[in-house]
């Protein structure tokens, strides 16, 4: 009968010596005899620690070096809130209304964007006081009276509504109309006379920002009229004296209108498949345009006079959270 040494039969490592016991010949002896040699060289001639000790090491970030726990601080740092995000929530929360006692006006609130920033202003309570100022009035909701004021005006003689903008801190102007619809003559009165009038009347009543939605590509020297006349009305908002200004290029609106314009309806349809390449390049919807209005009021001012292209609405725009979110 064959007698079987226990002792010599079992392999015992033991943990943490650096040695192993029993049959070293085996795979497992071996493994664990090299891992644990101290002073082991690796292929580049580093010294290897001890596997204890490189399990502990690797266990405790304050010993993997000063760079590892810059690297682990950074991963754990809070992200930053984005100003307008911290200004949107301190407005909604102060007085129980959302302005603190500030007040506004919105000038074309019937027009595309118009609707969509009269629904961002009301339903988000960022001022105490919101008058629509216009030539009819609008229908609005119970809730939205308490808020809302409108105030019909002539706005061929618009100096004699002078009270209409008194008092107001900040004022919108979405005002517009189109060649089609107007005339060339119309156009430029509504465009240009009556929202320049406007900035007149507001800064005289003391409105310290003033946002006006123009368009891409404005410029006074242009040889085409409508661009020229943005371009023209641009400069003339800006020669009024705010205390600031932020003038908005959008690019082609992309919206549903309330009348029927056949060939923008073709330009939209493309444009928004190109949006899904391109999507800040050629065009924007309006309601991003009305989101970046908002958070223009929410943020610090860049300067006295700010202009913001089509790539800074989308940016802006999404810098307010929609409704719901």
């Known amino acids: 009968m064959l007698a079987i040494n226990p002792v010599t039969a079992v392999t015992r490592i033991l943990p943490g010596s650096g040695t192993c016991t029993g049959d070293s010949s085996s795979a497992l002896g071996k493994r664990q005899h090299s891992a644990n040699m101290p002073g082991r060289k690796n292929h580049l001639g580093a010294t290897l620690l001890p596997a204890p000790l490189r399990r502990r090491r690797r266990a405790e970030p304050g010993l993997a070096g000063p760079r590892a726990e810059a690297r682990r601080r950074q991963r754990c740092r809070p992200c930053p809130v984005p100003p307008c995000r911290r200004s949107l929530s301190m407005a909604a929360d102060r007085d129980g209304r959302g302005g603190s006692g500030r007040t506004c006006f919105v000038l074309g609130a019937s027009g595309a964007t118009g609707r969509v920033l009269l629904r961002e202003l009301l339903s988000r309570r960022l001022f105490a006081r919101v008058t629509l100022i216009g030539r009819r009035r609008l229908s609005l909701g119970e809730e939205d009276s308490g808020v809302a004021e409108q105030a019909v005006v002539d706005f061929e003689r618009l100096g004699q509504h002078a009270a209409a903008f008194q008092g107001h801190d900040v004022g919108f102007c979405c005002l517009g109309t189109t060649r089609a619809r107007a005339g060339a003559d119309g156009f430029v009165r509504v465009d240009r006379d009556y929202v320049a009038q406007a900035a007149e009347l507001a800064r005289a009543g003391g ?40 003038i908005l290029r959008p690019a082609v609106l992309l919206c549903k209108r309330q009348e029927s314009r056949p060939m923008e309806w073709v330009v939209q349809q493309f444009l928004g498949a190109v949006a899904w390449i391109f999507p800040t390049a050629y065009s924007v919807p309006v309601e991003t345009v009305a989101r970046a209005m908002v958070a223009s009021v929410l943020q610090p001012g860049k300067g006295k006079v700010e202009v913001l292209e089509n790539g800074a609405i989308h940016q802006l725009g999404k810098a307010v959270p929609q409704q719901g979110t």
């Open 207 to 246: 409105c310290k920002h003033f946002v006006l939605e123009s368009s891409r590509g404005a410029n006074q020297h242009s040889r085409f009229l409508y661009l020229r006349v943005k371009g023209e009305v641009e400069n003339l908002v800006q020669a009024v004296g705010f205390d600031r200004c932020t």
